[in-house]
């Protein structure tokens, strides 16, 4: 593809600034930019057979993707869904629940090894009333064995409507009373302490619409900074708040603020030269953020 249509792919404020760049910074400016932005992220779902990994899906997105069985588990392999967003794609994929029957989760638990490096972020569905988290603890040690890192999982608290004492939620403002506020709270740091987090572990309920657009600020955070502007445009418009989505911009003009000084990086340059690139960088980044929505 020649420079002159990469160019014409990005919005017409961002021309003029590049314009002003040596030719061979400019080019790979914008061949990068573009990867950027056209990346399609893959957001791996995993746990527990009825943790509701598959409603999570459905919340958090839109439109809803996955398929959900209220009476078993309907996930019997990898679930690929693709969510579109004009000329942009999420991909998920939507993992069979282990701790069903001895034979299924062993092949699911290679099912699992066999994926995680293909995915940018897992997702670890755990119920918030579920009293053993062994199967879990397991998998996940095994997945950390294969070379996962522990930044590349985000934990939540599924189902916390259904935290004991149940009879206690709130219907009229759905919200947990006191003594499950304080029982979610405890099952959140046991949590967050066996398995070692890296990102906060949030409790939701997506039957009552609980904590998700503060579990969906986790999700942005938890995320590559070069997936998630690309995910938060695919999120449910009620989740796309104003402090997730300035979490998105601003986490891409850091990206793209790398992507600068790497390409400025491959070339030799003066000293004065430098310090003009230095300034072309900062009104770069700031056209950048002007333009971001216009680049998802």
Not at 136 to 150: I, K, S, T, W
Request: glycine share 4%; hydrophobic share 40%; with cysteine.
């Amino acid at each position: 593809m020649s420079d002159h249509i990469l160019t014409g792919q990005i919005p017409e404020a961002l021309q003029q600034p590049l314009s002003l760049l040596p030719s061979i910074l400019s080019d790979a400016m914008v061949e990068r930019l573009l990867r950027c932005v056209h990346y399609e992220p893959v957001i791996g779902i995993m746990g527990k057979s009825g943790a509701g990994k598959s409603s999570l899906c459905n919340t958090l997105f839109s439109p809803p993707p996955a398929s959900v069985d209220a009476v078993r588990g309907c996930t019997r392999r990898v679930q690929r869904y693709q969510v579109h967003r004009g000329p942009h794609i999420l991909h998920i994929a939507d993992f069979p629940g282990i701790a069903e029957t001895p034979e299924p989760d062993r092949q699911y638990r290679r099912l699992y090894r066999a994926w995680a490096q293909k995915l940018d972020l897992i997702v670890w569905a755990l119920k918030a009333d579920e009293r053993a988290w062994k199967d879990d603890l397991r998998c996940y040690r095994e997945l950390l064995g294969e070379g996962v890192a522990p930044e590349r999982f985000l934990f939540v608290l599924t189902q916390a409507d259904k935290m004991e004492p149940c009879r206690e939620w709130d219907n009229a403002s759905h919200q947990p009373s006191p003594r499950q506020t304080e029982n979610l709270r405890a099952k959140t740091e046991l949590a967050g302490t066996l398995f070692a987090v890296v990102h906060p572990v949030i409790a939701v309920s997506a039957a009552e619409n609980y904590h998700l657009e503060l579990w969906a600020e986790a999700l942005i955070k938890a995320l590559p900074v070069s997936s998630s502007s690309a995910v938060f445009h695919h999120l449910n418009p009620e989740l796309q708040t104003e402090y997730v989505q300035e979490t998105a911009r601003e986490r891409f003009v850091h990206a793209t603020g790398d992507i600068f000084d790497e390409a400025v990086a491959a070339i030799q340059t003066s000293g004065r030269l430098v310090r003009q690139l230095q300034r072309l960088r900062l009104r770069f980044l700031a056209v950048i953020r002007a333009v971001w929505h216009l680049l998802f």
